[in-house]
């Protein structure tokens, strides 16, 4: 956890209400407040690595994106009409807007 001397930054977090309990819990059973709590937990998860990708995961990863992206082809084919274009430029989504 951070010392006085050190160097903080402030943060605001909105949890679940059961994460907020569990969390007020665990202060009041250490005689702490939640912030305090809150920090120390942050800062222990934040010390410890990620675990690395193996290659056999980032494959897995990429044939299931591969998958997704060809059922997507597929359901548009045979849900669009042929020669469908979706203009989704920044011009035309904004196109009249602050002027």
Do not use: C
Not at 52 to 79: C, Q
């Amino acid at each position: 956890m951070a010392t006085p001397t050190q160097e903080t930054t402030e943060l605001r977090l909105r949890l679940s209400k059961e994460a907020g309990e569990k969390l007020s819990l665990r202060a009041s059973q250490t005689g702490r407040d939640m912030a305090s709590v809150a920090s120390e937990l942050i800062e222990q998860a934040m010390a410890t690595p990620a675990p690395p990708i193996s290659k056999d995961d980032i494959a897995r990863r990429l044939a299931a994106w591969d998958k997704f992206v060809s059922e997507m082809r597929k359901w548009g084919e045979e849900n669009l009409p042929p020669g469908h274009v979706v203009d989704d430029s920044r011009e035309t989504i904004y196109e009249g807007r602050g002027e």
